[in-house]
């Protein structure tokens, strides 16, 4: 079981909006604004595509927005284009043993 | 521009150990922490530890802790991930991890080494 709980799937249409939401506690993405998404297809490394909490790397399109409220966090994709199909994970720093978590994961399908 | 080049695919039997070496180009290997992720058959992402940049410090998460040994050779900007008493449940895909640009993130990702542990 994941630290933290995401849907399983998500899906929608080309040029949907869809989000995911990422649910922790209190000890880390309550407490910290260190919230990061990644986006992972089959066979390939996972992608940095939001970091704390808000922010997108260079090169990430703006389609892609986090946002954070209490302990869960948000990704959401705008204008869904058929090469967002992967799977999505969040992951939050925490103030445990365990200093990195991350969320089961969210298999986004492009209908 | 940073690359991080990970070792082959291995086939171990259930009780045996493997290592996962990682070599770092492009950057000071000294200058940022490196951590491990892997991913299970079937699972989603895992943290399994980390090294420090400055004194090779390591911490380990508490599943893998007793089974887990993360080295480096700072010499070659290689970093080394040592699983022992490999089970079933350890068939993953395992990478190493650094968070260059962006802080407490991970934007730079080895391609990833699969280990099936198999009888």
């Known amino acids: 079981q994941s630290a933290l709980t995401q849907p399983a799937s998500v899906s929608g249409s080309p040029g949907q909006s869809i989000t995911i939401s990422c649910t922790g506690t209190?000890?880390?993405?309550?407490?910290?604004?260190?919230v990061s998404w990644y986006q992972h297809h089959p066979g390939k490394a996972p992608k940095l595509m939001i970091y704390?909490?808000?922010n997108r790397p260079s090169g990430v399109s703006n389609r892609f927005s986090g946002s954070k409220s209490g302990n869960t966090a948000s990704l959401t994709i705008s204008g869904l284009q058929a090469e967002d199909e992967a799977d999505y994970y969040c992951?939050?720093?925490?103030?445990?043993?365990?200093?990195?978590?991350f969320g089961g994961g969210t298999k986004l399908t492009v209908l | 521009q940073v690359h991080l080049v990970q070792s082959g695919a291995e086939v171990k039997k259930p009780g045996a150990s493997v290592k996962v070496s990682c070599k770092a180009s492009?950057?000071?290997?000294?200058?940022?922490?490196i951590n491990w992720v892997r991913q299970a058959t079937g699972q989603g992402l895992e943290w399994m530890g980390w090294?420090?940049?400055?004194?090779?410090?390591?911490g380990y998460a508490p599943k893998f802790q007793g089974r887990v040994a993360m080295t480096r050779d700072t010499s070659i900007s290689t970093a080394y991930m040592d699983l022992s008493s490999l089970r079933s449940e350890d068939t993953a895909v395992y990478y190493c991890?650094?968070?260059?640009?962006?802080?407490?993130?991970?934007?730079?990702w080895g391609q990833g080494t699969l280990v099936t542990v198999s009888s």
């Open positions: 991890v650094v968070g260059y640009s962006y802080g407490f993130s991970f934007d730079y």
């Open positions: 492009g950057y000071t290997f000294t200058s940022y922490d």
């Open positions: 090294m420090s940049r400055n004194s090779g410090k390591t």
């Open positions: 209190s000890s880390d993405v309550g407490a910290y604004n260190y």
């Open positions: 704390g909490v808000s």
């Open positions: 992951s939050s720093y925490a103030s445990s043993s365990t200093p990195w978590v």
